[in-house]
């Protein structure tokens, strides 16, 4: 399927979800209108990590939890197309009711998979320069082709990165958590060890943007 096809299909998927996604994601009806979107990556890396953490069956038992226009939609999602964050996200919290704890833990260890994935893929040429600093601040510039929003500013010294993601029109816990899985994972994989990330801010606590220090030592 073509990207433009892609975009078209999920254009008509913004009525099914403006209404419902306030109560699965916890965004206001602006967000929800704005209608971020993924590439499809995002959601692909999930289902891996799905499947090779719980099982083969795993990732139909967590779109078996959603109602049929997001499995619809998911089923038929592929690397490069571009997907609206609602379904996706969904999806982040039907693996967590099924697997997790409901402390959004696996949301974040999706996000840490998600990282390694990327490592041995799409930023594979990076990770050989063995530098968190080097590869966060290349990581974040290309945010673009994997999200239509948003936009990072770095800030690096020494064994810390200060992380601020400005107009990003996702406000949900789910992929914060992702988000803080993926700074984590990779940071320790460029060399990063007794790595730690706390989100200082978050729009979902009322911030004005989503901010995220990620440090470690060597």
């Known amino acids: 399927m073509s990207e433009t096809r892609t975009r078209q299909r999920t254009s008509g998927y913004l009525a099914l ?5 306030a109560i699965a994601t916890g965004c206001d009806t602006l967000t929800c209108f704005r209608m971020a979107n993924f590439k499809g990556t995002v959601f692909e890396s999930t289902r891996m990590f799905a499947e090779q953490k719980f ?14 226009s997001d ?35 696996l949301c974040e260890a999706a996000g840490r998979f998600s990282a390694g994935w990327a490592m041995n893929s799409v930023l594979k040429v990076f990770i050989r320069f ?3 600093t080097w590869l966060i601040e290349r990581a974040t510039s290309v945010w673009g082709r994997f999200h239509d929003t948003g936009r ?5 010294s020494g064994e810390r990165i200060q992380g601020d993601l400005y107009d990003f029109a996702v406000r949900d816990r789910a992929f914060c958590a992702r988000l803080r899985g993926w700074l984590g994972g990779a940071t320790e994989l460029t060399g990063g060890q007794h790595v730690t990330v706390f989100e200082t801010q978050c729009v979902c606590r009322g911030g004005d943007h989503c ?8």
Do not use: M
């Not at 979800?17 to 996604?21: A, L, S």
């Not at 099982?55 to 049929?68: F, N, Q, S, V, Y």
């Open 71 to 105: 499995r619809d939609l998911l089923v038929g999602v592929n690397a490069l197309g571009w997907y609206p964050v609602e379904p996706v996200l969904r999806y982040h919290y039907a693996l967590d009711k099924l697997y997790g704890n409901g402390d959004l833990a």
């Open 55 to 68: 099982g083969a069956d795993a990732p139909e038992r967590i779109l078996a939890e959603l109602d049929h």
């Open 17 to 21: 979800c403006v209404g419902t996604c």
């Open 130 to 132: 063995r530098s968190p």
């Open 211 to 218: 901010a995220f220090t990620t440090t470690w030592r060597k």
């Open 152 to 156: 990072w500013e770095i800030a690096a």
